[in-house]
């Protein structure tokens, strides 16, 4: 300022002004004029300052402005790295307000894990000093910085470092998308391959190595029909680029050959990569193979669709097949038959000779039926010992007839399993299309139906399905539903005396259950327990018949002290399922002060045969309790002498078929002998079972049988009838042997 020229001359003037009282007027006025010129330029000058020091100030700003609206990151650090000043893009990118910036240490907005890099990195002297670095932001995106930092002089005393920061954080997330999607390329399972527009493969991953056999040096630069394996037409190749120029993607099966000239299947993706114009640029290829998906999805079809054992169709693909069946005759308008086989005796390979025979007997069963057959027929095995046929293009019955003849025969034939021989039937059920029914439902119902038409009729046999079975079959269909929704009040009991075959005294009786209708008629047990077995209503029946037995065997012995022993006929399903009931029904005879040599159970051989650990159960509680167990209708099933011993039977009763016979055929009194001579033997007595005449009871009484029931005797009579018959018999009734 003291150099100022206008300054200068003040000073000349104050020196001067020793001089000035020497001065004449003349002098003087020159002075003053001199000094009103230097006034006038002083003013000058110093409006010229005030506007230089405005531009300044106006110069200033702006480059603040310039700095404080850069679309750059902008801080200043003093030389210990405290931040002076920011931008906004600063404080935007690190997402904290500028108060909360300044005057904190520049090192405090990166993140922990870079500080160190940090520090080392700014004490570095490399030229082109740009790094960059993780800083801490509220935001879930990572906030990458880059940043470079330059010495600005401020003045001789004052070092500020101006750090200039750009966001980089999308070109890193894109590095890093990069790093990871050639990772993936590299470590895929699936093959993956580039193609170029030129068709020349530029890039290959090692599972496309693995997976066709071709190395990245055999494989480069090639085409990419190296790869294929002439089993595609030139139309599937059209349509594939059709739909890569259309949609810029395929996906589908294709098969290729391996180095090794082997074909296989396998999964492609094709995208399609275009340039700036839109034309393919790069064509990317992901493939897997798909050997393995093919034959696991073989395998679950084949398990879906196939019997294990036998390796047949089963009934979902028979099902199916049947289905198919019917549309090709409904083109052809054709028939065709449905055969439904059941095994005879199957049961008792698998009883005797364990499963493992059984299921060898089934293999070679489902073999020769195949054999017996046409390439077109269909064979399957429906479960169990149940086989299906569908013969397609019948031309005549004869034609149907021959096949079945054939399989009669060739399962009569003997099975050699391993050391055993077996021997198996078949009984065979007949629907014809469209005869029989219009749905493979339908068709394969009635086939069912006629083949227990064919059991009935005596087993290894056919028979055709008729309108008189499918009219049995409906009002069986009938009785089920009207059993379910009827009630037990509307059955009761009938008891047929059984008597001491020498004396004709009565012994004991036997409850036989009846069925009131509530159409009005009375239905025997004969038609609706085979229903109830079914459907399951046996059980609910079961109970009532055992309550109702009892309650009246508690009745007759408070009223007339009249101590009988009843006979309640059991399905085999009581004892399966209700081991329970065994326990309730001797509480009942507890509760009714009875005892258990007031009943017989009545049970039949089947239930011996299927006996397992709950009806072994079941028939120790009982024997426990004193109730004795008698084998109904002896003789028509499995007669087996080992089951008689193991089950600890009381009573053996001749089934009535074999009584029946004694009037004509001799040989059924030496069989009835037989049985009582060996059941007297394991301790059992003996009771004939529909005894109509007194030709047929001298018959039994000479083979020394203990007890006789029939017509002879009495018919099964109601319940006020019987008690009647029991207060007229001549002598009073006592407890049947303790
Ligand atoms: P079942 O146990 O063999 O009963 C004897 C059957 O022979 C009875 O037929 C009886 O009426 C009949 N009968 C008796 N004497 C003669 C005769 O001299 N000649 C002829 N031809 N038949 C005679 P019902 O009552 O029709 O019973 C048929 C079958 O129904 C019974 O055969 C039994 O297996 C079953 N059943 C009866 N009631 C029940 C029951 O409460 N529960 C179970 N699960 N089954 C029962
Ligand atoms: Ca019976
Ligand atoms: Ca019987």
Not at 159 to 172: A, F, G, Q, R
Not at 493 to 517: C, F, M, T
């Amino acid at each position: 300022m003291f150099d100022d020229p206008v300054v200068k001359d003040f000073k000349n003037i104050d020196l001067d002004l020793q001089r000035v009282s020497e001065m004449n007027d003349e002098e003087i006025i020159e002075v003053l004029q001199n000094l009103s010129v230097h006034q006038t330029e002083l003013e000058m000058q110093n409006e010229q300052l005030r506007l230089t020091q405005e531009d300044l100030k106006i110069s200033q700003q702006r480059a603040y402005q310039i700095f404080y609206n850069a679309p750059t990151g902008y801080v200043t650090l003093d030389d210990q790295g405290i931040v002076k000043q920011c931008n906004r893009k600063f404080t935007e990118l690190v997402d904290i307000q500028d108060v909360d910036v300044i005057g904190h240490a520049f090192i405090e907005f990166l993140s922990q894990s870079d500080r160190v890099t940090y520090n080392v990195w700014k004490r570095s002297s490399s030229v082109d000093k740009v790094q960059t670095f993780q800083f801490h932001t509220s935001n879930v995106k990572a906030l990458f910085l880059s940043i470079s930092m330059s010495e600005l002089v401020v003045d001789k005393a004052e070092k500020v470092t101006l750090v200039t920061c750009s966001d980089v954080s999308e070109l890193k997330a894109s590095e890093e998308a990069l790093k990871i999607s050639s990772i993936v390329f590299e470590n895929a399972n699936e093959a993956a391959m580039v193609v170029n527009s030129n068709f020349e493969i530029i890039s290959i991953n090692p599972a496309f190595t693995k997976i066709t056999g071709y190395t990245k040096e055999e494989i480069i630069n090639q085409n990419p029909s190296l790869l294929s394996s002439g089993q595609h037409d030139s139309a599937f190749y059209r349509d594939l680029y059709n739909a890569l120029n259309k949609k810029g993607c395929w996906e589908g099966e294709i098969w290729n050959r391996r180095k090794d000239g082997q074909i296989y299947p396998e999964w492609l993706s094709i995208n399609v990569i275009t340039d700036l114009y839109d034309n393919p640029y790069q064509y990317v290829c992901v493939f897997k193979d798909n050997t393995q998906y093919k034959t696991d999805q073989y395998i679950i079809h084949k398990q879906a669709t196939h019997d294990a054992l036998t390796d047949l169709p089963n009934r979902v693909l028979f099902n199916d097949r049947l289905e198919q069946a019917i549309l090709h005759s409904i083109r052809n308008t054709n028939e065709m038959a449905v055969l439904f086989i059941d095994l005879d005796g199957f049961k008792d390979v698998n009883d005797t000779l364990g499963h493992h025979s059984g299921d060898l007997l089934l293999k070679e069963v489902a073999l020769r039926l195949k054999n017996s057959i046409r390439e077109t027929d269909t064979v399957a095995r429906l479960g169990g010992d149940e086989f299906a046929i569908i013969l397609l293009d019948i031309k005549a019955q004869e034609d149907i007839k021959r096949t079945l003849f054939n399989i009669l025969e060739i399962v009569k034939h003997p099975f050699v399993l391993s050391d055993d021989r077996a021997y198996v039937t078949a009984s065979i059920g007949v629907t014809l299309y469209p005869h029989d029914g219009d749905s493979s439902q339908e068709l394969l119902m009635n086939a069912d139906q006629a083949m227990y038409s064919a059991k009935r009729m005596g087993k290894n046999c056919f028979k055709f399905f008729t309108e008189q079975m499918q009219a049995s079959a409906s009002v069986k269909h009938q009785i089920s539903n009207d059993l379910r929704s009827g009630d037990t009040s509307d059955f009761y009991l009938n008891y047929q005396p059984i008597v001491d075959i020498l004396s004709g005294q009565i012994v004991k009786a036997e409850a036989l259950l009846r069925w009131k209708h509530p159409k009005g008629e009375t239905i025997g047990p004969d038609v609706f327990i085979p229903i109830a077995e079914e459907n399951g209503y046996i059980l609910e029946l079961g109970d009532f018949v055992f309550d109702q037995v009892t309650n009246d065997l508690a009745s007759w012995h408070k009223r007339y002290g009249i101590n009988i022993q009843i006979g309640v006929n059991t399905s085999p399903m009581q004892f399966k399922i209700n081991a329970k009931s065994a326990q309730r029904w001797i509480q009942k005879l507890l509760d009714l002060n009875l005892s258990g040599a007031n009943l017989v159970i009545e049970i039949t051989e089947g239930l011996l045969l299927e006996s397992t650990h709950v009806v072994d159960e079941v028939l120790l509680a009982f024997r426990d309790f004193g109730l004795e167990v008698a084998l109904d209708d002896f003789g028509t099933g499995y007669s087996s002498l080992a089951y008689l011993r193991k089950f600890d039977i009381d009573y053996l009763k001749i089934d009535k078929s074999f009584v029946s016979l004694l009037e004509s055929d001799p040989d059924s009194l030496v069989l009835c002998e037989a049985i009582i001579l060996m059941a007297h033997k394991l301790g059992m007595k003996v009771i004939a079972e529909g005894v109509e005449t007194a030709f047929q009871r001298e018959q039994l009484i000479s083979v020394e049988c203990d007890y006789g029931q029939g017509y002879l005797f009495s018919y099964p009579l109601p319940k006020d009838q019987f008690e009647q018959l029991l207060l007229n018999e001549s002598t009073p009734f006592s407890p049947i042997q303790a």
